[in-house]
């Protein structure tokens, strides 16, 4: 008649056994409810508008890649490059104007770092310097090209003339759109626009991307047109 019993004891025991091999439950909601402990923000959608930009950005570099390749072809396809009697380009000016754009995109780094925290001030100042150091880079850009037109270096001169301005010239027309686009960004943020806030700056964001493309692309033109 004890047999039952100890075929029951044995069972509970085997149980026992059993479960103390199986993992804890976490009596917790960090599964299940679309909460994460770590690494939540990481997996935030991109901003339609950053996508859009960064779509943007894509096309305009393929742009200028087929500007450069045909550069390329007829720079190698030439007997003379540049042809004689055609004016020296200022390399060393133009250095010097590189090294202005190049400054430019430091301040702009350093302004979009502030948007986390969102200094008004302070990014309202690192704008205004972004884009005043771009409109020296074109006034710089604009006497250089004065000086060679006065020497009859001009779009119509020759292939190589040709080529020069229509790199350098889409460049600066890159340029120009975006020292236009931080002006009216710095001018809407001087005015406490509600365009811009800690929790929407979109709009500053989209400029800074922009003024990355304008500023990596120069150093490419320089290094192929000025340097023959």
Known sequence: MAKPAEEKADNLTIEKDVGQGLPPILDDDSFGNGNRSNGGDSDRPINSAVLAMLLFIGAEVMFFAGIIGAFIVLRFGANDWPPPGQPRLPVVVTGINTAILLLSGLTMFKTKRLLKDWHREKILHGLTITALLGAL?????????????????TLSSNIYGTVFYTLIGCHALHVLGAVIWLTIVASRLRMNS???????????????????????????????????
């Open 137 to 153: 880079f074109l006034a710089v850009q604009g006497f250089e090209w004065t000086r060679l037109l006065g020497f009859g270096f």
């Open 194 to 228: 509600p365009a811009y806030s800690a929790n929407n700056h979109v709009g500053i964001k989209l400029s800074g991307m922009y003024w990355y493309l304008v500023v990596a692309l120069w150093p490419v033109l320089y290094g192929l047109v000025y340097f023959n």
